[in-house]
């Protein structure tokens, strides 16, 4: 079976652990979209796994993983995580790490104007990771964007790199910024090449010829659903598509090569950056739940906003994507609590809504409209459904069918071991 692992909230669900679980079951892993903006962490045994560009697959032995072509790759970042995972001992060769000749790249320039941009925007500011990421896919969709397969051949990457600089300087003047040295940049990502050419590949006719023999695939996502830049909480979103539709702009296979799609769903729900978030809990019960889930991002160490789940955000994003499969991540951060609220729905001038407006200046004023749980004691470790405390059960079974999905997969734990598989 082909699976694909998304995000059914504004990411950080806890995807690193699923897509770690399912990949025991698949042959060949595969990043689709975003780029070292993400943070995927796995916890086995007592190491921490902290992977940003390279698919979490890698952290098992006989499976293959690629880097597919809706990736902006920092070739920095990547070198920089390849060798964090050799010294932690993991084989990081090119015959089991391959990167996607289409992919485009992050340049020096990017990361400069991201930072600069949200400094400008100040309480306007979208939020980012100042990774250059937005700014990578700017120019990939403006057409002057440098990939890949330009690493291969000094000359082409010289001439496309000289050109933009000398745009980018223009600017660069306009704003009062420090001008980039394209000779500089060029002799820079020369030696990256060098480091990235074992594991550049044509990934679109190799991931073909996987489907085509039927060898498994786990797609892997990253961010999640309502950072989506199409269906997301536009502007406050990511610059690529986490949602199904990514999947196949991002790997070069068609629709039939997905089996089934996974939605993860944190217990409750977290944000980073700026953007609506009816469900946000600012008060000690926020705090609170920010200590106990570790919630802080992977990436740049920010505390995270809290919430209780929401889910019309979550049956949302499983109608977008066509979800057959829920995960559940972190139940084990509500144990010991009185009582656990669910949003089932908003208050929007004064009225009841069970839908996400399109305009964030209505989705600001939407309330949320709670259903009260009782709480439970302990779910930590535990690997039956049956051993579950009954008001965790009802919990899980309430959210089954207020979205119409049922749980596969139940996290009790940071542990592989610590899961419930249904």
Not at 53 to 75: A, E, M, T
């Amino acid at each position: 079976m082909n699976r694909l692992v998304l995000g059914s909230q504004w990411g950080d669900e806890g995807k690193g652990k699923i897509v770690d679980i399912l990949t025991e079951e698949a042959d060949v892993i595969v990043r689709y979209q975003g780029g070292s903006n993400a943070g995927h962490t796995v916890c086995v045994g007592d190491k921490k796994f902290i992977l940003h560009l390279i698919p979490s697959g890698i952290l098992h032995k006989d499976k293959i993983c690629v880097i597919g072509n809706g990736v902006v790759v920092d070739p920095e970042s990547f070198i920089e995580e390849k060798k964090t995972l050799e010294s932690l001992g993991v084989d990081v060769s090119s015959d089991r790490l391959m990167i996607s000749e289409k992919a485009h790249l992050v340049m020096p320039y990017h990361k400069e104007f991201d930072a600069r941009r949200e400094t400008v925007l100040g309480q306007n500011k979208i939020g980012t990771t100042k990774r250059g990421i937005g700014p990578a896919y700017t120019d990939k969709h403006s057409r002057i964007g440098i990939r890949v397969c330009d690493l291969e051949n000094r000359d082409i990457l010289a001439k496309k790199i000289k050109n933009n600089v000398e745009e980018i300087n223009r600017l660069c003047e306009l704003y009062g910024i420090e001008k980039f040295n394209a000779d500089e940049i060029i002799d820079k990502y020369s030696q990256y090449a060098d480091e990235l050419k074992p594991h550049i590949r044509n990934t679109v006719y190799y991931l073909n010829g996987v489907f085509k023999n039927k060898r498994r695939i786990l797609f892997e996502g990253a961010q999640g659903s309502m950072l989506d830049v199409d269906f997301g909480t536009y502007p406050f979103v990511t610059s690529s598509n986490p949602t199904v539709g990514g999947a196949f702009t991002g790997t070069g296979l068609p629709y039939k090569a997905i089996d089934s799609v996974v939605a993860v769903v944190k217990a409750y729900t977290t944000r980073v950056g700026n953007g609506p978030f009816p469900s946000e809990l600012d008060d000690e019960m926020g705090k609170l739940i920010r200590d106990k889930g570790a919630e802080y991002g992977a990436t740049t160490g920010r505390p995270r906003r809290c919430g209780w789940l929401d889910l019309v955000v979550v049956k949302y994003a499983c109608m977008i994507s066509g979800v057959d499969e829920l995960a559940l991540t972190k139940l084990d951060v509500l144990d010991g609590l009185d009582e656990i609220n669910v949003c089932a729905g908003y208050e929007y001038n004064g009225k009841k809504i069970g839908y996400i407006p399109s305009q964030l200046e209505e989705y600001e004023k939407c309330r949320p409209i709670y259903k009260t749980f009782k709480g439970w004691d302990s779910t930590k470790g535990v690997k039956k459904y049956e051993d579950l405390p009954e008001n965790a059960k009802r919990y899980i079974e309430f959210i089954e069918r207020f979205v119409g999905v049922r749980f596969s997969i139940i996290s009790t734990g940071a542990e592989r071991e610590e899961t419930i598989r249904r």
